[in-house]
């Protein structure tokens, strides 16, 4: 089964960049049909997704947040990463790691506070 876990700083000044990182354990991100998102929820506000890397490495990103952030992956260690430039207080929320396969299901990470604030 698959398991998410985010890892990254809890606080990130304004102006900086928010780097997170989701290790995928119990299933291959380049496992055919398995896509892998950023969702975050700021507070008091619904979910919002930020973008997504597919199996075969194609990305996509909404289009309000495509002009700062950035998703990758590291096959080697099973992991996908999100990076966010120039945040804002805006920018304060939980962010998710979230998983969809074809025929599989999702499964969603824990969840990691990010705070901006100087």
């Known amino acids: 089964q698959v398991q998410l876990q985010e890892s990254g700083p809890g606080l990130v000044k304004p102006s900086q960049t928010l780097s997170l990182t989701c290790t995928v354990s119990g299933g291959s991100i380049t496992t055919s049909y398995y896509y892998w998102s950023w969702i975050r929820q700021p507070p008091g506000k619904g979910l919002e997704r930020m973008g997504a890397?597919?199996?075969?490495?194609?990305?996509y990103y909404s289009p309000s947040l495509k002009s700062h952030t950035s998703i990758s992956r590291d096959t080697s260690k099973n992991q996908f990463s999100l990076q966010l430039s120039s945040v804002t207080p805006e920018d304060t929320a939980v962010y998710y790691c979230h998983f969809v396969g074809i025929s599989v299901g999702e499964k969603w990470g824990q969840g990691t506070q990010v705070t901006v604030s100087s």
């Open positions: 890397i597919a199996y075969d490495g194609s990305t």
